[in-house]
């Protein structure tokens, strides 16, 4: 007596195939719906700007690489730092914040430099890195 055998379908020709497309196209958008971007959005100056900023409008601060944030050859914290700018931009308006920073600092610190800046709406804010000395 002989048995008659189905012939195995390959991955292809079952319907496998297509669910699991299916099931991919929804995975991916449902992903998709939670890539959000955070950043800071800050205004930059119009390409053919000629924004003049006087020297007397600069607040230069320094950021260490563990952390101390120096104004005026003097430690503050972040906290300082904002009534400092604070004050400033209550004296001139056009107030120009740079904060020079070492490239071994921990980059949450320049984030919350960086957002410190974005909460006081500064208009000019300005961070480059220290040049190091060889």
Request: hydrophobic residues 45%; proline residues 1%.
């Amino acid at each position: 007596m002989k048995l008659n055998r189905r012939k195995k379908q390959g991955f292809l020709e079952t319907c496998a195939a297509s669910d699991l497309a299916f099931l991919l196209i929804i995975y991916f958008l449902v992903i998709a719906g939670f890539n959000i971007n955070k950043g800071f959005v800050m205004n930059l100056p119009a390409k053919d700007s000629t924004r003049m900023i006087l020297r007397e409008d600069l607040l230069r601060f320094d950021m260490e690489a563990n952390g101390d944030i120096y104004y005026s050859e003097e430690i503050i914290n972040i906290h300082k730092s904002k009534s400092i700018i604070q004050k400033a931009q209550n004296d001139n308006p056009n107030i120009a914040v740079i904060i020079t920073i070492n490239s071994e600092a921990r980059w949450q610190n320049v984030v919350d430099f960086v957002e410190l800046a974005q909460d006081l709406q500064i208009d000019s804010f300005s961070f480059s890195m220290k040049k190091e000395i060889q």
